[in-house]
């Protein structure tokens, strides 16, 4: 795309952040109109003459809200860190799990969940462990001869194996009536749990991040020209190759700690905004960053509406995820080349 429509577009994909977000507070099973959601959010801010349902207000405040808002949190972690590592690594079938983040910290928190713990500790618990297990990865990777992208790859492959095969186990020695759904539903992914003190805990870390990759992201075009030209820029590729894949995971690890492991969204809305945006980092993370918080809120709204019970959000990014890479399989290689 040429540099001068970029803008234009960009600008519509975060107008459409806005539009989903409010479609998202209007949508449940108990509806609420648009003129009615206005006013409500206004109220906070400009005093108005308040003619609504104080139920209407709880539903919007407490629970519309800070799920919508920590859907576009974790949509927007997942996909700038999935576009993150497809260029750090070269590959565009690399997501931000592919260093073993999820697994680690689906151990965590199955570990927490059996030691009967809440939901803080849990996510605590989630947390520490994807990031142990990314330490462990760049660890091995780095501890051979071989230092290269595909011995990192394949260091996250064995370690996410590793604490795959642990929560397993846990999940085994789980009892079968009380702790093993508790579990298996996390591992499923849902943000029905999610208020404000969660999103507030997961903002602080993720925000920054998020602005961190966003000022650096020039930096991926220097790196993809490879190492030597990275040199020969004056830049120090393994440190910001380091930087860049700490600040993912921190945003992946919170990501997966408050909303559990949801697949999918880091490996598809990065190749949906390469096709609009082009490969230029510059522009993709933007893009991927848009594009992201508007396809997991999105999910999310089906997720809560579809049916009477709340479906698990890795179930529809498998269902629709997978489809969708299929047709972007089939596309020209030109976007990513």
């Not at 990314?134 to 992208?149: C, E, M, N, P």
Request: aromatic letters at 6%; a positive charge.
């Amino acid at each position: 795309m040429k540099r001068g429509r970029c803008g234009p577009v960009l600008l519509l994909m975060w107008l459409g952040v806005l539009v989903v977000l409010l479609a998202s507070l209007c949508l449940g099973r108990y509806p609420v109109s648009l003129q009615t959601v206005a006013r409500v959010l206004i109220s906070r801010f400009v005093p108005i003459a308040r003619t609504w349902d104080p139920t209407v207000e709880t539903v919007i405040w407490q629970v519309r809200l800070p799920r919508a808002l920590a859907a576009a949190l974790v949509g927007a972690a997942l996909a700038s860190g999935g576009a993150v590592f497809q260029g750090l690594f070269h590959n565009p079938l690399v997501s931000p799990y592919v260093l073993g983040v999820s697994s680690g910290a689906g151990f965590g928190a199955a570990v927490a969940i059996l030691l009967g713990a809440g939901t803080a500790a849990t996510q605590a618990s989630a947390f520490a462990t994807g990031a142990l297990a990314v330490s462990l990865t760049w660890l091995v990777g780095r501890s051979g001869r071989d230092r290269s992208h595909v011995t990192l790859v394949l260091a996250g492959f064995v370690i996410g194996s590793l604490f795959s095969s642990l929560v397993a186990g846990a999940q085994y020695v789980a009892d079968p009536s009380t702790k093993l759904p508790q579990i298996v539903f996390w591992l499923m992914g849902s943000l029905a749990s999610v208020q404000w003190g969660e999103l507030l805990r997961a903002t602080i870390v993720i925000l920054p991040c998020l602005i961190a990759v966003t000022v650096l992201r020039w930096k991926l075009n220097i790196l993809s020209m490879g190492d030597d030209e990275a040199r020969s820029l004056g830049e120090n590729p393994g440190v910001m190759r380091f930087i860049l894949i700490g600040l993912t995971t921190a945003m992946t690890a919170v990501s997966v700690a408050i909303s559990g492991v949801i697949g999918w969204v880091g490996l598809v809305v990065p190749h949906m905004a390469r096709g609009i945006i082009g490969p230029d980092a510059r522009r993709l993370i933007p893009a991927s960053i848009a594009l992201g918080a508007m396809y997991m809120m999105l999910i999310d709204d089906v997720a809560r509406t579809l049916t009477m019970a709340e479906i698990p959000l890795g179930i529809l990014t498998g269902i629709v995820g997978a489809p969708v890479f299929i047709l972007l399989l089939r596309r020209s290689r030109s976007d990513w080349d």
